[in-house]
């Protein structure tokens, strides 16, 4: 590709879809060029278009056909992934970007990737937060020092997008919203093999068609040994939530502030390190690059590891309908399917 820019199309304009718009903004990333945009709504396909001086689309099977796409970022609800649209995608050998949670359904974001691995194609996830610039320092704070245990949370207001109020539609808190604290767990300390949580419902009372629930922990047991428990909830209103993870090690306490600080208490000292870089440009300049490059190591957050978080939080859902039932994940699972 080395002369030509990348050819995008973007499948879902709305919300997220903006976030990635301003990144191409202004010719930002020049070697890349948004040349289709499709949703369901048309308003939200022409502005896009507007935008970039793109063709809009209301069928995303017909912007396929048309246009002759290198990649294509799909933005849709959770529960949308059901009309297929990176199947049809990677039958046209586009290169995918998803949002997550990847689906709601895991069987196919499993077929997902199996295609994209063996198409070789180049693929990336929404989970920004990896792009940080202090993620390498804390993860290497964090593999040098003896965890005993973490405390995980992402507590604040319900967003109000009309489908994250059902569990059908948006997988709930912990699969929409708490699974970029979940990936980051998995980041920090390896793979999640027992999971057992609880979730509660009846706090939030006054929101039409509201069918979630209000409040969850989620308690990980990892390969590592490393033992914490997330927390999900969706009902302060005015303020007050907090999003983050504190470590607790013999060398002392991490505690990060999602998207905004690292502080690391040792014996004889305390540093915070502040978010130094625009993290979402960079997820999306390395897209851009893994493309150009035909290099997937330049993606720090890859469809698999987005699948590992959509099945952990399914496990998630799984145990709170079961009143804290054990999950079994990766190697404890695969172990009892064998004996
Ligand atoms: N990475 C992040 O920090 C982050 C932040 C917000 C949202 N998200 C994720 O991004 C996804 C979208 O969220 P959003 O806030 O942008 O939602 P949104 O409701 O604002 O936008 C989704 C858009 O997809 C369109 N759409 C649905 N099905 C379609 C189809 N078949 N063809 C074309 N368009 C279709 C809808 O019409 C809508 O405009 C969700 O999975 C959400 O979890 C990620």
Not at 41 to 70: H, V
Not at 143 to 172: C, E, H, I, L
Not at 274 to 281: E, H
């Amino acid at each position: 590709m080395a002369d030509k820019k990348v050819k995008i199309g973007f499948i879902g304009c709305g919300g997220i879809a903006n976030f990635h718009f301003a990144h191409y903004d202004n010719n930002k990333i020049p070697e890349a060029q948004i040349v289709a945009t499709c949703d369901l709504i048309d308003e939200r396909a022409n502005a896009a278009a507007k935008r970039f001086g793109a063709k809009p689309y209301k069928c995303f099977k017909e912007m396929l056909s048309k246009e002759k796409l290198d990649a294509v970022y799909v933005c849709v609800e959770p529960c949308a992934h059901v009309a297929e649209m990176e199947l049809a995608a990677l039958e046209k050998n586009c290169h995918l970007f998803v949002e997550k949670p990847v689906a709601l359904d895991l069987a196919y974001a499993q077929k997902v990737e199996s295609i994209l691995l063996k198409k070789k194609l180049i693929h990336a996830a929404g989970f920004q937060d990896r792009y940080i610039d202090f993620i390498p320092y804390m993860k290497n704070w964090v593999a040098q020092s003896k965890v005993g245990f973490f405390n995980a949370y992402w507590v604040g207001g319900m967003p109000g997008v009309w489908w994250w109020r059902r569990r059908d539609t948006s997988g709930g808190q912990a699969v929409e919203q708490t699974i970029h604290t979940f990936d980051m767990c998995r980041n920090l300390f390896g793979e999640v093999v027992e999971v057992s949580a609880f979730g509660r419902r009846g706090i939030i009372t006054d929101v039409e068609n509201y069918d979630t629930e209000d409040a969850s922990a989620v308690n990980l047991k990892f390969e590592s040994g490393v033992i914490g428990t997330v927390y999900s909830g969706c009902f302060i209103r005015g303020g007050g939530g907090k999003n983050g993870i504190d470590v607790y090690t013999m060398n002392g306490r991490l505690e990060y502030v999602e998207r905004t600080s690292l502080t690391i208490t040792e014996p004889n000292r305390t540093f915070t390190f502040k978010v130094g870089n625009d993290f979402g440009q960079a997820e999306d300049d390395a897209f851009i690059d893994a493309i150009l490059e035909n290099d997937q190591s330049i993606i720090i957050s890859n469809y698999s590891e987005a699948v590992k978080n959509l099945e952990l939080t399914l496990a998630a859902n799984e145990s709170m309908d079961n009143n804290g039932k054990v999950v079994l994940l990766n190697q404890k699972r695969s172990r009892a399917r064998r004996s």
